[in-house]
């Protein structure tokens, strides 16, 4: 059974990556949803944060993000929405321009790859424990994944999905994107 998307919007979407920046709750999520589609969200909504998990981010990479999971029995909903947060002017519990180098180090010349590594580490370990939590309460809807981006986290959601293919769907809005134009490594192989 196909499952209908619990943030089937581009609207509703881009208002859900917005508030990311600022900790989103549970209680915005359901203001956001009901606002946008006139009906209650679905019955459970958990969100985990990146900067909760002690094993992510642990080589200070400046990478943050959050995922929400939707579950609801009686629609058949089991939904994770993994929101990796673009760039920062500022980080927030340092003055070091983590974001900002790595948009020059890693995504324009491929010299690191410590956010997507914790990008990466953090789908895989939130996603293990709503298996489990699911498991030993007897669910049986289909765990259904969703990559969300914006500029920099639109980067590595989409590059989580080209190289490890994780999400049944990705939505991005301005992602950051590598080109050989920007890459003066990646030029020279063409030669």
Do not use: C
């Not at 030993?136 to 981006?149: C, H, M």
Request: aromatic share 10%.
């Amino acid at each position: 059974m196909s499952q209908e998307l619990v943030l089937d919007t581009d609207l509703l979407r881009a208002r859900v990556m917005n508030l990311e920046y600022k900790h989103l709750t549970v209680e915005e999520i359901k203001r956001i949803y009901i606002e946008e589609t006139g009906s209650n969200p679905p019955t459970q909504i958990h969100v985990y944060h990146s900067e909760d998990f002690k094993s992510v981010n642990v080589n200070d990479s400046g990478f943050d993000g959050t995922i929400i999971h939707f579950y609801d029995e009686e629609k058949g909903i089991n939904q994770m929405y993994n929101i990796a947060r673009g760039s920062e002017i500022q980080e927030k519990d340092t003055w070091k321009p983590l974001d900002w180098a790595y948009n020059a180090l890693g995504i324009f010349v491929g010299q690191s790859k410590n956010q997507y590594d914790d990008a990466l580490r953090f789908e895989e370990i939130v996603a293990q424990k709503i298996t489990e939590e699911l498991k030993q309460k007897g669910a049986t809807i289909e765990l259904k994944k969703i990559g969300l981006g914006h500029s920099q986290g639109g980067n590595h959601s989409e590059m989580i999905q080209l190289t490890k293919h994780r999400f049944d769907q990705v939505y991005v809005r301005s992602p950051f994107q590598k080109t050989p134009q920007r890459s003066p490594h990646l030029l020279f192989s063409f030669l």
